[in-house]
């Protein structure tokens, strides 16, 4: 099975819902722990990164695609 690419900025979809009723989050902290915020309510959560990678869905939106080569946003 391959891993899941995640980076910063991206937004991403959770197995479970956060009690708001989304499960759309966005990085916000990359380590040993990841800190999220969920894009409804705009709560922020850090969780360890084997618990994050559990969890992890799919990535909805990448930060890196929405850049180009020169770092300008598209």
Same mark, same amino acid.
């Given at each position: 099975?391959?891993?899941?690419?995640?980076?910063?900025?991206?937004?991403?979809?959770?197995?479970?819902?956060?009690?708001?009723?989304?499960?759309?989050?966005? *990085?916000? %902290?990359?380590?040993?722990?990841?800190?999220? @915020?969920? +894009?409804?309510?705009?709560?922020?959560?850090? *969780?360890? %990164?084997?618990?994050?990678?559990?969890?992890? @869905?799919? +990535?909805?939106?990448?930060?890196?695609?929405?850049?180009?080569?020169?770092?300008?946003?598209?």
């Amino acid at each position: 099975m391959e891993r899941k690419t995640f980076g910063l900025g991206d937004i991403v979809q959770m197995k479970k819902p956060h009690p708001c009723g989304t499960n759309e989050m966005e *990085i916000i %902290r990359m380590g040993m722990d990841i800190r999220i @915020k969920c +894009v409804g309510c705009k709560h922020s959560v850090l *969780i360890p %990164r084997a618990k994050f990678e559990k969890n992890l @869905k799919k +990535v909805l939106r990448s930060s890196a695609s929405d850049t180009d080569q020169s770092g300008s946003i598209v």
